[in-house]
């Protein structure tokens, strides 16, 4: 089993930045693959970005040259740096890891980001 827990959300300013963090525990050695979702009210959940164990990344459009996603293996620990951030990003943001071995996936409880105009 693994245990995501999330932070570092809150209330920003149309244009501020903020650092989620995700701290995994447990059996973390088949993580290959990790992720930030969010959900915004009466949405459906979706990709913001992944990172692949050995640091490939990928990034939905909508977030494309403003948030960045890295991991620190040795931490068991995945970063997302959120900057000139809109309203529209408000939403709860979840951690998500892949054990691929046993091809298990894992979440986070969220943590609420919210943008203010």
């Known amino acids: 089993q693994v245990q995501l827990v999330e932070s570092g959300g809150g209330l920003v300013q149309a244009g501020g930045s903020l650092r989620l963090s995700c701290i995994a525990s447990?059996?973390?050695?088949?993580?290959?693959?990790k992720a930030w979702y969010r959900q915004a009210p009466g949405k459906q959940r979706e990709l913001v970005a992944e990172?692949?164990?050995?640091?490939?990344?990928d990034y939905a459009d909508f977030v494309k040259g403003r948030f960045t996603i890295s991991r620190d293996n040795a931490k068991d620990t995945m970063y997302l740096q959120m900057n000139s951030l809109k309203p529209e990003d408000t939403a709860v943001y979840y951690c998500?890891?892949?054990?691929?071995?046993?091809?298990?996936?894992?979440w986070g409880q969220g943590t609420q980001v919210t943008v203010s105009s």
């Open positions: 998500y890891a892949k054990d691929t071995l046993f091809a298990r996936v894992y």
């Open positions: 447990g059996v973390t050695r088949n993580i290959k693959v």
């Open positions: 990172i692949i164990r050995g640091g490939t990344t």
